[in-house]
């Protein structure tokens, strides 16, 4: 299994990315996606996920200026990130796991089976 992740880049304050996430290998619907980040000096932490029930999940701190969905036709988990601020910027990673989370487990990377490279994401004007 592979996970490919894509669309980083420099934005503005305020404006809009979308990240992809593409699986290889496996069907999409089998797994837990998950997208995390990490910053400049920081921990890797939670951003969004969706289930394999197609549930979605947020970090409290961004619910509003995110969305997560999944094309299970082109084995593609999205991630739509709406107004920008400098402090969303990180390297971006989304990651798959095999088992069926509860929604506290989703934070706890150890639970991962997969993870892609990574996607740089600067926000700044």
């Known amino acids: 299994v592979q996970l490919q992740a894509s669309g980083g880049g420099l934005v503005q304050p305020g404006n809009s990315l979308r990240l992809s996430c593409a699986v290889a290998?496996?069907?999409?619907?089998?797994?837990?996606i998950t997208w995390f980040r990490q910053g400049p000096g920081k921990e890797r932490e939670f951003v969004a996920a969706?289930?394999?029930?197609?549930?979605?999940h947020y970090r409290d701190s961004m619910k509003g200026r995110l969305t997560v969905s999944r094309d299970n036709a082109k084995n593609t988990v999205y991630l739509q990130m709406n107004s920008l601020r400098p402090e969303d910027t990180a390297v971006y990673y989304c990651?798959?796991?095999?088992?069926?989370?509860?929604?506290?487990?989703?934070?706890?990377?150890?639970?991962?089976?997969?993870w892609g490279q990574g996607t740089q994401v600067t926000v700044s004007s």
């Open positions: 290998g496996r069907t999409l619907s089998t797994f837990t």
């Open positions: 990651a798959a796991a095999h088992s069926r989370l509860i929604v506290s487990s989703l934070r706890n990377e150890d639970y991962y089976d997969y």
């Open positions: 969706v289930r394999q029930s197609g549930s979605t």
